[in-house]
């Protein structure tokens, strides 16, 4: 079946490092990836997303790339902060070229700042 | 502006007994989703509403799991003679609905343990 999964299961940067986390996908009529953060505790919240039509997005201090060739999309956090700890899952729209509004989650990465 | 909100944020239930769980979208949103996080992994789709329809209820695992939307907003997740295996944390999202592409914003869950 379709998947969204990721390379890592934890990360662990020091504050002010650059973070990369990876996501490969499966299904390649997949036109459209968020990233999402959670925190221990809470629902996930929407940190990005990027359509397949674009190669590279950027937003406050995060970049997501979008490589369609291998299937891969990374999201990159600048001046990685504490408030950065938390789990990064990929997502992508269900259905055949995300025809459908469900979403379909990756594992997730755990990300872990020291200070 | 008020976000998604989901109650109870905790409900532990016994074996073989019923169980309601609420949401309450962002008003204005016409589209609603169901999730399920299992402990380590990422959030699973069940169930779809656009208004008071389900538009999609492929992720229902079986027939033990209904979820209703009568007046277009609040929606309630039932699930009957609950099982071990139910346990997780129920997640729902909302979006204005006008788009398979408008970003979905969770609600903080609600943690169903069943002993």
């Known amino acids: 079946g379709e998947s969204v999964g990721l390379h890592l299961p934890t990360l662990s940067v020091q504050e002010g490092d650059n973070s990369i986390i990876n996501c490969a996908y499966s299904?390649?009529?997949?036109?459209?990836f968020i990233w999402y953060k959670q925190e221990s505790g809470k629902g996930p919240q929407f940190i990005i997303d990027i359509r397949s039509n674009m190669d590279k997005r950027q937003g406050q201090r995060v970049t997501v790339l979008l490589n369609k060739t291998v299937k891969h999309l990374s999201l990159q956090i600048a001046a990685t902060q504490p408030g950065d700890s938390a789990v990064y899952f990929c997502?992508?729209?269900?259905?055949?070229?995300?025809?459908?509004?469900?979403?379909?989650f990756g594992k997730g990465t755990k990300l872990s700042v020291k200070p | 502006g008020a976000g998604v909100s989901q109650t109870p944020s905790n409900k532990v239930t016994e074996k073989g007994k019923y169980v309601e769980l609420r949401c309450d979208p962002i008003s204005g949103h016409t589209a609603l989703y169901w999730y399920r996080q299992s402990l380590g992994q990422g959030p699973e789709f069940l169930i779809y509403?656009?208004?008071?329809?389900?538009?999609?209820d492929s992720g229902l695992p079986n027939d033990r799991f209904f979820a209703v939307r009568p007046e277009g907003s609040v929606s309630t997740l039932k699930i009957q003679r609950t099982e071990r295996g139910d346990s997780a944390v129920y997640l729902c999202?909302?979006?204005?609905?006008?788009?398979?592409?408008?970003?979905?914003?969770f609600g903080p869950g609600t943690r169903l343990t069943v002993l």
């Open positions: 999202a909302s979006s204005p609905g006008t788009s398979v592409w408008d970003t979905q914003y």
């Open positions: 299904n390649s009529a997949s036109d459209y």
């Open positions: 509403f656009q208004g008071t329809g389900a538009a999609d």
């Open positions: 997502a992508r729209l269900g259905g055949y070229g995300g025809s459908q509004g469900n979403l379909i």
